[in-house]
């Protein structure tokens, strides 16, 4: 059900919901709780995007324990593990100042050992532990429409249920542990990050072949060869737009969490090790916080080839 | 259009059609042409396919060039380049017999120089050549609606247009030159085999993780991670069923065709020289004949996991 709690005679109380971290994706997700009626606050470091989310009636605190102080429902939207470890227990951190009993909604890709080890940390304080990472871009954050991937005790889906329908249109319960929902965000990365790769690398070896780039785009993306990353990333390669929707950077980070769950479990990866060196030739050659289409400039770079929009 | 040509009274003649090869994809498409009311003529290695073609009203011939005698359209569904010269101008080949004038239209998957080195060979005797690699399985080719990623002079494109007509749903004209529609065909092989491989990868990373393979597949397909080959092929592992479809030895063919372009070119493609690895590797664990998912099997051959309905 997409409905909020109600409130007023009757109706239970309204569930206090704090977002840590108003960026693209974090403000789509306080804006679409404030839709839903939930009184809500929010940190972020980025004073201007304190001040825009301020002025939609979002209570801003000064600390991450000040905006979720007595909070039931504190959503981190921040980038890492190390980040979502900060705003938790960090000395200015939420796990202290949010209400007993709450729920911590925690977003950011992460191995699943860390995200164990937060939930458990956390857990010992009485409070609940959701492994929520998501899929989907600002606009799907905007709309409430996000995907989340989510594993957690029955209790800590429980608490958090109103907020999640709030805020996701798809919400996949992948366990009853932290880290499980990791682990699915993981594969998917895995996935992801190949694709992204393997489509750059081929529209540069098409450019080397002397082929008409959009006509390969039109033929890949009806034929055997098409990924849902070839068919997204590759109009920025044909219109020489790097700007970062998603930049090279996440890949740098997501495929080395990869790379590192794999090494520790002694489990072999060499696809995925060989898009990650990619990604870090690419960031290693300045375009770390382009657009991760970026790869596609590193093989002309590399090869003297001219691709659209380049100077 | 799809009709195919009129005969009898005003008509024109109805083209002769030959079909090398008659395996899963050869002899659906000389279905197609004789449900579209052509005479056909075939030939095969493989008896029990000639006899079986015979019964529907196939002229088996004892020779391709026996078979393709006098024929105005050639169409060759062999597996290679080598097996495509050798029907053309090997000593019972059909370049000297088919009709002058005629049209070969070739569809292996080979490298654009093999098929520009072909059609001017054949050129010379004043015989027309079509470069004309297809997309889409035996279903595909049995109902006349294959894909063919086609590059030729527009002479092989009309008197090949009928034949086309009968075998295709989707035909790409993607230049006046042999070797263009290969090079596109090349494009797509690199994104296809590396696609598997990284499912492959993916679903054994999974397996390690200890996620279920089901749910893994159910969110990876309404993912970003998705890929056709993904939703394609990853239903074989979940199934454990390894009966090929398309077989490993496919990729260490294409996707050695595309090392060998890049290298020749001395351009670098990591993930797909990655990827050719790990068909190599199933190939030498005694794979090579299996569909192309035992990459997944070789993955939990080596790290001791157990897939579904592994014994």
Known sequence: MNDAPTDGSGGKARMRCTVLGLGSMGGGMASSLLRAGFP?????????????????????????????????????????????????FGETGCAATMAPGGVFVSSATMAPDRARALAARLEESGRHYLDAPMSGGAARAADGQLTMLASGTREAFDRARPALDAMTGTLYELGDQAGQG???????????????????????????????????????????????????????????????????DIFT?????????????????PVAGAALQMYLMTA????????????????????????????
């Open 40 to 88: 809500v606050s929010g940190f972020d470091v980025n004073q201007a995007a304190c001040a825009r989310f301020a002025a939609q009636g979002v209570a801003i605190g000064g600390t991450p324990g000040e905006a979720a102080q007595g909070a039931e429902c504190v959503i981190a939207v921040v980038v890492n593990a190390d980040q979502t470890e900060q705003v938790l």
């Open 182 to 248: 990791a682990a699915f965000k993981m594969v998917n990365q895995l996935l992801a990050g190949v694709h992204i790769a393997a489509a750059c690398e081929a529209m540069a070896f098409a450019a080397r072949q002397g082929l008409d780039l959009a006509r390969v785009y039109e033929v890949i993306t009806k034929s055997a060869g098409n990924s849902w990353m070839f068919e997204n990333r590759m109009p920025h390669v044909l219109d020489g737009d790097y700007t970062p929707r998603s930049a090279v």
């Open 253 to 269: 980070k997501d495929l080395g969490i990869v790379l590192d769950m794999a090494r520790a479990d002694r489990f072999p990866v």
């Open 284 to 311: 290693a050659a300045g375009m770390g916080k382009d657009d991760d289409s970026s790869v596609a400039r590193l093989y002309a770079q590399i090869a003297g080839l001219t691709l659209p929009g380049r100077e």
